[in-house]
Nanobody, 127 residues
């Protein structure tokens, strides 16, 4: 059974940084693409970043490009989201997700591209 557990959220002032982690278990983690999404109160869940199964390819939403970095440590079954220069509009619950099929080709930006989700970690950025 695939399990994803996020951590690292919290309260931070605008301009600050946070590093989110997502620990995966239940299968060979290194074969699968991973993504980060976020959901602000009253809004739909939106794409933040994607990293392919090997870690070679990454893709970001325009709203976070240049400020956020997605990475993975396949030896530790963990994916990270380094968030710098945080803004109040980054306030949301952040979710990591993974796909059911291994060795994905292309960029996966839709909620429907991912079958497994974590429980989320809350990030609050104060102005």
């Amino acid at each position: 059974q695939v399990q994803l557990v996020e951590s690292g959220g919290g309260l931070v002032q605008a301009g600050g940084s946070l590093r989110l982690s997502c620990a995966a278990s239940g299968r060979t983690y290194s074969h699968y693409d991973m993504g980060w999404f976020r959901q602000a109160p009253g809004k739909e869940r939106e794409f933040v970043a994607h990293i392919n199964w090997s870690g070679v390819s990454t893709y970001y939403a325009d709203s976070v490009k240049g400020r956020f970095t997605i990475s993975r440590d396949n030896a530790k079954n963990t994916v990270f989201l380094q968030m710098n220069s945080l803004k109040p509009e980054d306030t949301a619950v952040y979710y990591c997700a993974t796909r059911a099929d291994p060795y994905g080709i292309g960029v996966f930006r839709l909620v429907s591209d991912y079958e497994y989700w974590g429980q989320g970690t809350r990030v609050t950025v104060s102005s």
